[in-house]
């Protein structure tokens, strides 16, 4: 039936669980990421190794996955370019309700959504995780998992002092770089107070 679905790495089955409240199962899965997870400016690439330590539980509405997303993000210090290497770890609890469950949710859910817009209902659904039969899909969570643990600029360390201004030097590298700048109205200033080398032929 989800056969296509059964060719994702992140999907697992979950039929010792099903229907049987009370039991459980510690799942341990790495998965090579099939694609980029993450923003323009960092992001755990392709083929990055992604480990999970869940442990899945039945419940009445459904089966619950609680553990950690551990895996490494790349991406460039906003600061000074450097390449960044960012390990996380992130901990995840989601419930994966029965599709009835869900179907039930959407129905109290529904009303609302056609007065107000709808756009919070949206969300609410985005964020619920529905069971394929006896398949549960982990890809959104560790996608959610991920985006919410990256920062926004990541920097190479905290106190990288990035780049000169003036000529794009990495401070790093040499602390005590400096110019001897001339503020370009001093400068100005300067020449009219030395007489140059034109000045003095007209003379
Ligand atoms: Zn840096
Ligand atoms: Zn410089």
Redesign the pocket.
Known sequence: MAAHEQESPWVVDTRELVRRPGAMRELSLSVTAPERIGTDVVAVQAGQPVELDLRLESVVEGILATGTVTTTASGVCVRCLDDVELELEVGVQELFAYPERAAHHHKVASPASRKGGGKDTETDEDEQHVLDGDLMDLEEVVRDAVVTALPFQPVCRDDCPG???????R?AD?PD???DVIDPRWSALAAMATPTDDDEKRN
């Not at 780049?163 to 030097?169: F, N």
């Open positions: 780049l000169c201004p003036e000529c794009g030097a401070l040499d770089h400096h110019h």
